[in-house]
């Protein structure tokens, strides 16, 4: 790992800067009521898990434009219900659930431990950053500002330039904010294929957050010689491992 002359750095967002699996455990149990106070913490874990790694794919039709964000998370909960064996919400309760997690996931977003000890780091060496979100602007701001992330100041949508990740005029509508060239900017994110494979094939340096360690894994697999391509990093912590002094 050789440090570089880095004159930008942007994040991703979700499972990067913010703890959003976290915040969607802890919102799912509060709104799981009566309805599901049988689950086993096991089966808590399974019903969390199936909601957050979204296996139908119903966010990136979300991206794709075939559904609404609400319908989105709504599919998510019905599947993750119907593959716990429990019954589907009518619409009309499937409404009303989606209403109070709108209101009570916010409630829960966290910044991830490493996040300000690295940007008190590259405050303190004049470095610019910002975030590069497959959301609309307006709903990550408020995710970061309830985070306590309010300094990071840049920050480009989906609904910013029309465009999700991994397409380059997402990321380069963030390289164009901080005001630094591609080659001399860092994108960071958890994602190996839309964030760190995406950003290189923009001409950033992708850098792969891999904090659940599944690097060894993915070696294995067909994307062996990507990540050869692009840098891992298991925590925040060790991005400044690439800021030349």
Same mark, same amino acid.
């Given at each position: 790992? !050789? @440090?570089?002359?880095? /004159?930008?750095?942007?994040? #991703?967002?979700?499972?990067?800067?913010? #703890?959003?699996?976290?915040?969607?455990?802890?919102?799912?149990?509060?709104?799981?009521?009566? $309805?599901?106070?049988?689950?086993? *913490?096991?089966?808590?874990?399974?019903?969390?898990?199936?909601?957050?790694?979204? *296996?139908?794919?119903?966010?990136?039709?979300?991206?794709?434009?075939?559904?609404?964000?609400?319908? !989105? +998370?709504?599919?998510?909960?019905?599947?993750? /219900?119907?593959?716990?064996? !429990? *019954?589907?919400? $009518?619409?009309?309760?499937?409404?009303?659930?989606?209403?109070?997690?709108?209101?009570?996931?916010?409630?829960?977003?966290?910044?991830?431990? $490493?996040?300000? @000890?690295?940007? $008190?780091?590259?405050?303190?060496?004049?470095? @610019?950053?910002?975030?590069?979100?497959?959301?609309?602007? #307006?709903?990550?701001?408020?995710?970061?500002?309830?985070?306590?992330?309010? +300094?990071?100041?840049?920050?480009?949508?989906?609904?910013?330039?029309?465009?999700?990740?991994?397409? *380059?005029?997402?990321?380069?509508?963030?390289? /164009?904010?901080?005001?630094?060239? @591609?080659?001399?900017?860092?994108?960071?994110?958890?994602?190996?294929?839309?964030?760190?494979?995406?950003?290189?094939?923009?001409?950033?340096?992708?850098?792969?957050?891999?904090?659940?360690?599944? !690097?060894?894994?993915? /070696?294995? #697999?067909?994307?062996?010689?990507?990540?050869?391509?692009?840098?891992?990093?298991?925590?925040?912590?060790?991005?400044?491992?690439?800021?030349?002094?």
């Amino acid at each position: 790992m !050789q @440090p570089m002359q880095v /004159r930008g750095v942007l994040f #991703d967002i979700d499972e990067t800067l913010v #703890d959003l699996h976290a915040a969607m455990g802890t919102t799912l149990r509060a709104l799981g009521g009566h $309805d599901l106070a049988h689950f086993t *913490p096991d089966e808590w874990t399974a019903f969390t898990a199936l909601f957050t790694a979204d *296996p139908e794919g119903f966010y990136d039709r979300y991206l794709a434009g075939e559904l609404s964000f609400a319908e !989105q +998370r709504v599919r998510r909960v019905q599947h993750a /219900r119907l593959s716990t064996g !429990q *019954p589907l919400l $009518d619409d009309d309760t499937a409404q009303a659930w989606n209403s109070t997690y709108e209101a009570t996931l916010p409630l829960h977003f966290r910044a991830f431990d $490493d996040v300000v @000890p690295l940007l $008190d780091e590259l405050d303190a060496r004049g470095i @610019p950053y910002g975030a590069v979100s497959n959301n609309v602007h #307006d709903y990550q701001r408020a995710k970061l500002d309830a985070a306590g992330l309010e +300094r990071i100041k840049v920050l480009v949508g989906i609904d910013t330039v029309g465009a999700a990740k991994p397409d *380059p005029a997402i990321f380069h509508e963030g390289v /164009r904010l901080l005001g630094t060239d @591609p080659a001399c900017t860092l994108y960071v994110g958890d994602n190996l294929s839309v964030d760190a494979l995406g950003a290189s094939a923009a001409g950033l340096h992708g850098v792969w957050l891999d904090r659940a360690g599944q !690097q060894a894994a993915v /070696r294995k #697999d067909h994307e062996a010689l990507a990540v050869d391509r692009i840098s891992v990093v298991r925590t925040l912590a060790e991005v400044r491992l690439y800021l030349a002094d």
